[in-house]
């Protein structure tokens, strides 16, 4: 809707024109994918409030807690950290390699078939097609128009890159290449052999754990590493301490961090489980050589000479590491076999997997977006009132949405360890920390909903400039002509 | 030289290796497995879903269920019981024997185990002192029987009598093993639950039936009818506190009907040879090894002592 306004875009500013030229397609993919966040958290506070009140939507078919769970976490995994991923990815293809964003139109179309996808399995969940496997809740036919969109969001990636300029190579391309070509392997091959030509058995259970593991885990931290890459160094205005030590980290992950995902004692033969558990400890080294890096880099504080616009993205990635970290280290710990006889089947389990998707990935990339779209316009583009609060609401948000849970996960698994406890204490016991996180999902709806007021209002800003301009522009020649007679 | 390809093609069978390992051997594992015989018993295991209960299983999926219970049991360990079935001739050396194995008991709770056999006489150490209690009334011309059961907190629940394994799910599609435990694990709920109007009322209110329970009400699944139209044979029967009024009956639909059916067909709980236990011997009341739950034993005759349970795999 908004590419055609890209080339009528004026070319006084001092906007580089690899930026420009990738205006209109990464708006609508950001503009999108804020609002499905907002939606995706109020929904999340919804099913919450089952907690509070379990006969709240007793009548009503559409909104159960399992349903309203399932479009909640499409929306926040395919309608916000995909979307914003892949904007993040191809700004800095862009940015990285001093090139054009190929095919402008094309990827506004793909980024439109996206959302319509999301739109597609949102519905299709609430109408009771729910596919029954975690992080792939969509059915296969929305799932089919997703696919069809990353294809054509990939092709205009690879093609951008291919575009890049003769030394532009750095180690966040790495990362985002994997990330590039991962996503489409994972999700056909989920889609295909659980959806379409069904698997037999539990042999379905170990393709979606490891889905979820190499969505969640892998290409999340691919991107998200690939984002912090570059944005670390470029933020403090420092050089990465090591290109070797990134390499490392790139190995181990995708060596390694690509084998996690299946829990302790599942009903699948031993070995699965048992190499998960390998495969998941080695991911140490991961989270030692990012830490490592990461430190060195910033000398461990955010450097005191940076300007405020660069100190609040950094802010944001900075804290996006420290969740990395401890969700990394939280994978390690629940991998072990005596401690997962804790922590499966808990708030544990949530709590994770919020921490990696939400305290890392979506914080890091709400850093790369309050650098980069104002990079889009060539002027001011956020409130700064309202990023500073964004960021407070956010981080407080995490903290009071996910540590009740990881600590009510503890107690929860440790008590149903213990059979002698009835399990109706249990779930009160549980019950008061979901009522305690309820505080931090509000937050997180408040910061979701600023974030989306201000990068929208942004948009709209700018686009009533253009007008604006367009009109004084066009209305100078009658001016000048004399006016009206 | 230009290391891109290279290094391309290495990240590419990095990620790859995890298909293989995830993907591709799984189903070439426990992608053909097919049905098995229960362990004793050789009856067919499992059996397909009837029509109903496989509509069921729609609306468990459909409604997120999974997302709440868990169908998987784990089992954490084993423990051994040691089951006396004869005294012998030598009573002084039984005596002695069992005045070892029971250090601390007095003389009446010994002399006790010399009638009224089979009696219990460990359980739950681990298979070192099982065997050496099996061996000394062995040297003391005493038979035992062992048992080896499958043990851990959520057998302890009763929400089953073995663990999970990969043969229960043979049927389902899409297998919904559940990560979560806000409500008890359901993989045998059809065994401890098995009233078809207890499910109903359960769905209908949770409250009524559990005290405290937050799970959420169902009542989509019900229609709310005059009772001038006529008596439904289907209606609930509720307690006069389940808000209902006097002159409205509540009927519940198919799916509710269908899903009560998914929940009781729900009983993954045949010993199998992957996952065996003995369903024998409740304490001191009887030595046999019925084949089965379904085949409750009462009053069974004492007198085998040849039947073993398969020993597992570890």
């Known amino acids: ?485 | 030289m230009n290391y891109g390809p290279l290094i391309f093609l290495a990240a590419f069978f990095a990620l790859a290796t995890s298909w293989f390992g995830f993907v591709l051997k799984p189903q070439m594992q426990i992608g053909q497995l097919s049905q098995t015989v229960t362990v004793p018993g050789n009856d067919t295991y499992p059996l397909n879903r009837a029509g109903l209960a496989q509509q069921g299983a729609e609306v468990y999926r459909a409604n997120g269920c999974a997302s709440c219970h868990s169908q998987n049991v784990r089992q954490f360990g084993t423990i051994c019981e040691v089951v006396l079935t004869a005294t012998g001739t030598n009573q002084t050396a039984l005596i002695a024997a069992l005045r070892e194995i029971k250090a601390g008991a007095s003389d009446q709770e010994i002399a006790s185990f010399l009638t009224g056999l089979p009696k219990q006489l460990v359980i739950g150490p681990s298979r070192a002192v099982a065997d050496k209690a099996v061996d000394s009334i062995k040297s003391a011309g005493g038979k035992t029987v062992m048992h080896i059961k499958p043990a851990g907190p959520e057998l302890a629940r009763g929400w089953g009598e073995r663990q999970s394994v990969a043969e229960d799910f043979l049927y389902d599609s899409p297998v919904m093993l559940g990560s979560q435990r806000v409500g008890p694990d359901l993989a045998a709920v059809g065994m401890r639950l098995s009233d078809v109007n207890w499910h109903l009322r359960h769905l209908y209110n949770p409250r009524l039936e559990v005290k405290g329970s937050v799970m959420p009400s169902y009542r989509f699944l019900f229609e709310k009818r005059k009772l001038a139209a006529g008596a439904s044979p289907d209606a609930l029967v509720l307690s006069a506190g389940a808000g209902v009024p006097a002159d409205a009956q509540i009927v519940p639909k198919r799916e509710a009907i269908a899903l009560v059916a998914y929940l009781t067909s729900l009983r993954s709980q045949e010993p199998l040879f992957t996952a065996p236990y003995s369903t024998a011997t409740p304490p001191a009341s009887s030595g046999t090894n019925a084949p089965g739950t379904n085949a409750p034993v009462a009053g069974a005759s004492p007198t085998t002592n040849s039947t073993t349970t398969p020993a597992p795999a570890k």
Not at chain 1, 177 to 183: D, K, R
């Open chain 1, 1 to 485: 809707m908004n590419s055609s306004t890209s080339a009528s875009a004026p070319s006084s500013d001092v906007v580089p024109c690899t930026d420009l030229s990738c205006r209109a397609p990464l708006f609508i993919l950001l503009k999108s994918s804020a609002v499905w966040l907002v939606l995706s958290s109020l929904f999340g506070f919804l099913a919450t409030m089952t907690f509070h009140k379990p006969d709240i939507f007793a009548d009503c078919s559409v909104l159960t807690y399992g349903r309203l769970r399932g479009v909640s976490s499409s929306m926040f995994l395919y309608g916000f950290c995909l979307q914003a991923g892949i904007a993040t990815m191809l700004w800095l293809f862009v940015r990285i390699g001093r090139t054009p964003l190929v095919h402008g139109v094309v990827t506004c179309a793909g980024a439109a078939l996206w959302n319509l996808g999301v739109t597609i399995g949102v519905i299709g969940i609430f109408s009771g097609d729910m596919t029954g496997f975690e992080t792939l809740e969509m059915p296969r036919y929305a799932a089919l128009v997703l696919f069809i969109a990353y294809t054509v969001l990939g092709i205009v990636a690879a093609l951008t890159l291919r575009n890049r300029e003769p030394g532009t190579f750095s180690v966040s391309h790495w990362l985002l290449i994997a990330a590039l070509f991962w996503f489409p392997w994972i999700y056909s091959t989920a889609n295909l052999l659980l959806l379409t030509f069904p698997v037999r058995g539990v042999t379905q259970s170990v393709i979606a754990w490891w889905y979820a593991n190499n969505l969640q885990f892998v290409w999340f931290s691919l991107v998200g590493l690939g984002t912090g890459f570059y944005f670390i160094p470029k933020l403090a205005n420092r050089v990465l301490h090591s290109t070797c030590l990134a390499a490392i980290s790139f190995w181990f992950l995708i060596l390694f961090g690509s084998w996690g995902g299946i829990p302790n004692r599942a009903p699948v033969p031993a070995w699965m489980p048992a190499l998960s558990t390998i495969g998941t400890v080695l991911t140490v080294f991961v989270l030692l050589t990012v830490a490592m890096n990461a430190c060195r880099t910033l000398g461990c504080g955010i450097p005191n000479d940076l300007p405020e616009e660069d100190r609040l993205p950094l802010r944001f990635i900075k804290f996006g590491l420290f969740a990395f970290l401890l969700a990394g280290a939280m994978n390690i710990i629940g991998s072990l076999l005596q401690v997962s006889s804790y922590t499966d089947f808990t708030w544990f389990v949530p709590a994770k997997a919020g921490l990696q998707s939400y305290g890392f990935f979506a914080m890091t990339l709400f850093g790369a977006i309050y650098y980069f779209a104002p990079t889009l316009v060539a002027g001011k583009f956020w409130c700064p009132k309202l990023a500073r609060a964004h960021f407070l609401l956010a981080a407080a948000g995490v903290i009071l949405g996910l540590l009740p849970l990881a600590i009510g996960g503890v107690v929860q698994g440790s008590q149903l360890l213990n059979p002698a406890t009835p399990f109706m204490d249990i779930v009160k016991h549980t019950v008061m920390f979901i009522r305690i996180s309820s505080i931090g999902d509000i937050l997180l709806l408040a910061g979701n909903v600023i974030f989306a007021i201000n990068l929208i209002g942004g948009i709209i800003r700018y686009y009533r400039a253009q007008v604006e301009v367009i009109y004084t522009a066009a209305t100078a020649d009658v001016i000048a002509a004399g006016g009206r007679p």
